[in-house]
């Protein structure tokens, strides 16, 4: 053997033992933060699991591996969250904590990082949430969630919305129809396709350095637009939903702590429509679906310039089958969006006026018992070039007007791709120990690895800069280890 490749070999094997002693550093990390938050939190019963304690039934009723629904789930929240069997009489009220050890392949540039943490490395407090879920009165229910964010100190109005639901008969078959209103559109959705339930539902709130740009429907709306609409699930089996959303002006934004004077502002009225077939036989159900919406944003608040036009459609389907000892889930979701951005070009942040950005994601879940879970994911990102969008200062061809969100691309291009592994046990999902059950505490303690493959246009200094690390897209690769604890 020559002596490169013994040079190889241990170059190998340095970097297998850092990944290895990252993972039982982050491990031992979580978990301990974890047994101290529990035991910290035993209290009364008004910090029970609101949906737990209304339905009389365990987390695995609703849940392959929560927040992941099962078929019994998505119609519990078609049902509009009310459907009640438990002998809780009190408010439905919930709350929910998670921390995260993250750490990346390459450190953060000095002085790049969040506010107040170090470079790699970090353990961090990254979610506290209270919820009002469940049963308000009669056919009335919620998904009504408050988000403090420990790390920049905030707290706001996150993703919420509430339901009227009932049922009739169309065309001699069962049918639910109801009215919802929230603030974030596909929150409404009962499927982990769309947007934003999609697979992994957690991630690390401080990595990657540098991520790829998405569509607006994925990270455009969220929490800065007030909507209302109707829905219909028709023969246990055809969905169709249509909503309504309008900007949110600046009182109300400040109010909820979502925006303020600079935020973009959603200037007409925006549709979003969404329509799934889902058969089913047996334990088998199969969903086959399609969503969308249409925007026009005006870019903080900047008028004067007209506005950008967003048109986002999606594609998705899902096949679960829900078996008494486990569960498999596969999903696949493409976002196609058109881009004209009239105002972004005025204002010099796009070299182009229409753009087109797809957002493509495929995975797979694999719940034994609901209580062991495994999952693996790709992603990839695709989409026009753009200089002033997307460019690098680095590539003198291609200088940027303005110094915008994705200043990143020697190539001017939004091009990316990864994988992501993600292995959580669930321990309370038939029960949890103590005298009140499954009705007190839920909890996933879990790790998840993400690997880039490509960041915009490139593998390695994608753009231009050659300070290495987090330039490279494998200097973005990280492990996550967490702690979700509901009670």
């Not at 493409?334 to 204002?347: F, H, K, R, S, V």
């Given at each position: ?10 170059v190998a094997l340095v970097a297998i033992k850092a990944k290895l002693a990252a993972f039982a550093l982050a491990l031992t990390a979580v978990l301990a933060g974890a047994v101290a938050f529990l035991a910290a939190s035993a209290g009364p019963a008004e910090a029970l699991p609101s949906y737990a304690r209304q339905t009389g039934q365990p987390c695995a009723a609703c849940h392959t591996a929560y927040p992941e629904l099962t078929p019994f789930g998505r119609r519990f929240k078609i049902g509009g969250y009310t459907m009640q069997s438990g002998d809780w009489t009190g408010p439905p ?75 009739f008969k169309l065309f001699g078959q069962d049918t639910i129809w109801g009215i919802d209103a929230n603030n974030t559109p596909t929150v409404e959705d009962p499927w982990n396709t769309t947007p934003s339930f999609g697979w992994p539902q957690i991630s690390s709130t401080i990595a990657p ?279």
């Amino acid at each position: 053997m020559g002596s490169g490749a013994i040079r190889s070999g241990a170059v190998a094997l340095v970097a297998i033992k850092a990944k290895l002693a990252a993972f039982a550093l982050a491990l031992t990390a979580v978990l301990a933060g974890a047994v101290a938050f529990l035991a910290a939190s035993a209290g009364p019963a008004e910090a029970l699991p609101s949906y737990a304690r209304q339905t009389g039934q365990p987390c695995a009723a609703c849940h392959t591996a929560y927040p992941e629904l099962t078929p019994f789930g998505r119609r519990f929240k078609i049902g509009g969250y009310t459907m009640q069997s438990g002998d809780w009489t009190g408010p439905p009220v919930a709350a929910m904590f998670m921390a995260g050890f993250t750490h990346t392949n390459s450190p953060f540039d000095e002085g790049s990082q969040p506010a107040g943490l170090h470079t790699n490395d970090n353990l961090v407090w990254q979610q506290v949430s209270g919820f009002v879920a469940g049963r308000l009165y009669g056919n009335l229910g919620s998904f009504i969630q408050i988000t403090g964010n420990p790390v920049d100190g905030t707290v706001a109005l996150d993703a919420s919305d509430i339901r009227y639901a009932d049922t009739f008969k169309l065309f001699g078959q069962d049918t639910i129809w109801g009215i919802d209103a929230n603030n974030t559109p596909t929150v409404e959705d009962p499927w982990n396709t769309t947007p934003s339930f999609g697979w992994p539902q957690i991630s690390s709130t401080i990595a990657p350095a540098f991520g790829p740009p998405l569509t607006h429907i994925e990270n455009g709306y969220g929490q800065i637009v007030g909507g209302a609409g109707a829905y219909l699930f028709w023969n246990d089996m055809l969905y169709a939903d249509f909503t309504a959303y309008k900007g949110f002006p600046v009182p109300v934004l400040q109010a909820f702590n979502d925006g303020n004077s600079t935020t973009d502002a959603v200037s007409n009225v925006a549709p979003y429509w969404r329509l799934a077939l889902e058969p089913h036989w047996g334990q088998h159900y199969l969903m086959v679906g399609t969503f969308g919406m249409y925007g026009q944003v005006v870019p903080g608040r900047q008028y004067g310039f007209g506005t950008d036009n967003y048109l986002d459609v999606g594609f998705d389907s899902q096949y679960q089958y829900d078996g008494d000892q486990y569960s498999v889930t596969v999903k696949l979701t493409d976002i196609m969006e058109w881009q004209q951005l009239n105002a972004t070009y005025g204002l010099g942040g796009s070299s182009n006026i229409d753009n087109h950005l797809n957002s493509f994601k495929a995975n797979a879940s694999f719940v034994w018992d609901h209580t062991y879970s495994l999952g693996f994911g790709y992603f990839n990102i695709s989409g026009s070039n753009d200089c002033n969008l997307y460019g690098s200062g680095n590539n003198v061809l291609c200088t940027p007007a303005a110094i915008g969100e994705f200043n990143n691309s020697y190539n001017s291009s939004p091009n990316g791709d990864g994988l992501i592994l993600d292995l959580a046990y669930i321990p309370f999902a038939h029960g949890a120990p103590g005298p009140y059950g499954y009705t007190t505490w839920n909890a996933r303690i879990g790790i998840q690895f993400t690997e880039y493959l490509h960041l915009y246009g490139g593998s390695n200094n994608f753009d231009g800069s050659y300070l290495g690390g987090t330039h490279n897209a494998a200097g973005n690769n990280s492990v996550f280890a967490y702690a979700w604890v509901a009670f």
